[in-house]
């Protein structure tokens, strides 16, 4: 994931993601109300590609008791993160890693964890189904997980007319038609997009259940998950 990101791309991330993205900030609005619904006042959330802290931003500063082990791969998005939780005054609750979950030692100690637009990076499914056992590693029984990515499958009239309606979407944000070319073209060649039912199977073979979509807008879409007993 390291190489999705470099300094000009990852400065420019928050800006393009708002464009890009349908209800990007009403994803982390969802997700932190969802999350406060169910975690207790005090709880320690793991958060997987944190790229610029929106995530943490987010939670910490509607749940003043909260905890964060910040986990994200790019080193110049790791930067950001950081500056981006310090100016939002969070740097005392959480902890930063840099690099992957899978890193993370001792035993499973987190409430919940929440994953935002990284897993369909992954180009090979065996390495989801990898991504997402490594986060379920780290839950207490019971915990709660988040995520959010792109999905769909590429051979449905279904896929291409929401793909149609969203770079229709992009482009009417007065982007000129080499813009949105170069970011669709992206959007081709580097998302690993599969259909819902096999991201939901891959997240039941890693060990979670009561799979249950919160959010749609085109091709993105948000799960809210259970680690099993």
Same mark, same amino acid.
């Given at each position: 994931?390291?190489?999705?990101?470099d300094e000009r791309?990852?400065s420019n991330?928050?800006?393009?993601i708002?464009?890009l993205?349908?209800g990007y900030e009403t994803?982390?609005r969802?997700?932190?109300q969802l999350?406060s619904?169910?975690?207790?006042k005090k709880?320690h959330?793991?958060?997987v =590609?944190a790229g610029t =802290?929106m995530?943490?931003?987010?939670?910490?500063?509607?749940?003043?008791?909260?905890?964060f082990?910040?986990?994200?791969p790019?080193s110049?998005?790791f930067d950001?993160?950081r500056?981006?939780?310090a100016?939002a005054?969070l740097?005392?609750r959480?902890?930063?890693?840099?690099g992957?979950a $899978?890193?993370l030692t001792g035993?499973a100690?987190?409430?919940?964890?929440?994953?935002i637009?990284?897993?369909?990076?992954?180009q090979?499914?065996s390495?989801?189904?990898k991504?997402?056992?490594d986060i379920?590693a780290r839950l207490r029984?019971?915990?709660?997980f988040?995520?959010?990515?792109l999905?769909g499958?590429?051979? $449905?009239?279904g896929?291409?007319?929401l793909l149609?309606?969203?770079?229709k979407?992009?482009?009417?944000?007065?982007f =000129?038609?080499?813009?949105?070319?170069?970011?669709?073209s992206?959007?081709?060649?580097?998302?690993?997009?599969?259909?819902e039912s096999r991201?939901?199977r891959l997240?039941?073979?890693?060990?979670?259940?009561?799979?249950y979509?919160?959010?749609?807008?085109f091709?993105?879409?948000g799960?809210i998950?259970?680690?099993?007993?």
């Open positions: 994931m390291e190489e999705q990101f791309r990852a991330y928050d800006r393009k708002r464009l993205a349908p994803l982390h969802m997700l932190n999350l619904s169910l975690l207790p709880a959330i793991l958060v =590609g =802290g995530d943490i931003v987010t939670c910490g500063t509607a749940n003043p008791q909260w905890e082990m910040a986990v994200e790019s110049e998005m950001l993160c500056n981006n939780i100016s005054g740097d005392e959480v902890h930063f890693h840099c992957y $899978s890193e035993a100690r987190f409430d919940a964890a929440i994953s637009f990284v897993s369909h990076f992954i090979q499914e390495d989801k189904l991504f997402f056992s379920a029984d019971g915990a709660y988040i995520a959010a990515d999905h499958d590429k051979s $449905s009239d896929f291409n007319l149609s309606g969203w770079r979407f992009y482009a009417s944000q007065n =000129g038609e080499q813009a949105v070319e170069t970011a669709f992206y959007i081709r060649q580097d998302i690993s997009f599969i259909p991201l939901i997240l039941k073979e890693s060990g979670f259940t009561e799979v979509a919160f959010f749609r807008a091709l993105f879409g799960w998950c259970r680690k099993s007993l």
